[in-house]
T-cell receptor, first 115, second 116 residues
Framework: DQQVKQNSPSLSVQEGRISILNCDYTNSMFDYFLWYKKYPAEGPTFLISISSIKDKNEDGRFTVFLNKSAKHLSLHIVPSQPGDSAVYFCAASDRTNFGNEKLTFGTGTRLTIIP | GAVVSQHPSWVICKSGTSVKIECRSLDFQATTMFWYRQFPKQSLMLMATSNEGSKATYEQGVEKDKFLINHASLTLSTLTVTSAHPEDSSFYIC????????????FGPGTRLTVL
């Protein structure tokens, strides 16, 4: 049962344009969401997070939007840069599940920025 | 800040041998560390949650006697793959969460295990 889904395995975007990565979840208990960036043979790097009490969080070129009713979140990167080419994972946790606040990861989206 | 290291970064071993992987939080204390494995082109799968000073909590389907986890201090957790077999070949990644709370997990660079 894949509770966190990233339906687009890959995405190509022209340099300078906006990259939009999408993520859907099924578990209504999830209340904290994160985006990680991963290069091959490396561990994921934390990018940005959002709590379920918010619908938007912005950090520089990265903005995460959360639509709780649709159980959907998205990561916007603008402007996109060649160094953004990587695999992006969204992850979710249930912080009310004390002692077991594990992250559930999506399957990832490979973003390629075209110069 | 929030740097996590893993050692070794890659290891090749013979079938039947045991391999130990270390995960260290370098600039913070972590009461909780997590161990994941990732197969090619797949997501990160949580194997176990490691709490300092107590037994690890394993996910369903993960053999605790095969994947021994020890979280002896607030900055070190180890994963030992016992009697390794070729199907254990994978990319193993640890993460750590700040002891003083917070939800963000910071990941190590991963360890590539190849069992011949």
């Amino acid at each position: 049962d894949q509770q966190v889904k990233q339906n687009s395995p890959s995405l190509s975007v022209q340099e300078g344009r906006i990259s939009i990565l999408n993520c859907d979840y099924t578990n209504s208990m999830f209340d904290y969401f994160l985006w990680y960036k991963k290069y091959p043979a490396e561990g994921p790097t934390f990018l940005i997070s959002i709590s379920s009490i918010k619908d938007k969080n912005e950090d520089g070129r990265f903005t995460v939007f959360l639509n709780k009713s649709a159980k959907h979140l998205s990561l916007h990167i603008v402007p996109s840069q060649p160094g953004d080419s990587a695999v992006y994972f969204c992850a979710a946790s249930d912080r009310t599940n004390f002692g077991n606040e594990k992250l559930t990861f999506g399957t990832g989206t490979r973003l390629t920025i075209i110069p | 800040g929030a740097v996590v290291s893993q050692h070794p970064s890659w290891v090749i071993c013979k079938s039947g041998t045991s391999v130990k992987i270390e995960c260290r939080s370098l600039d913070f204390q972590a009461t909780t560390m997590f161990w994941y494995r990732q197969f090619p082109k797949q997501s990160l799968m949580l194997m176990a949650t490691s709490n300092e000073g107590s037994k690890a909590t394993y996910e369903q389907g993960v053999e605790k006697d095969k994947f021994l986890i020890n979280h002896a201090s607030l900055t070190l957790s180890t994963l030992t793959v016992t009697s390794a077999h070729p199907e254990d070949s994978s990319f193993y990644i640890c993460s750590a969460r700040l002891a003083q709370g917070g939800d963000t997990q910071y990941f190590g660079p991963g360890t590539r295990l190849t069992v011949l």
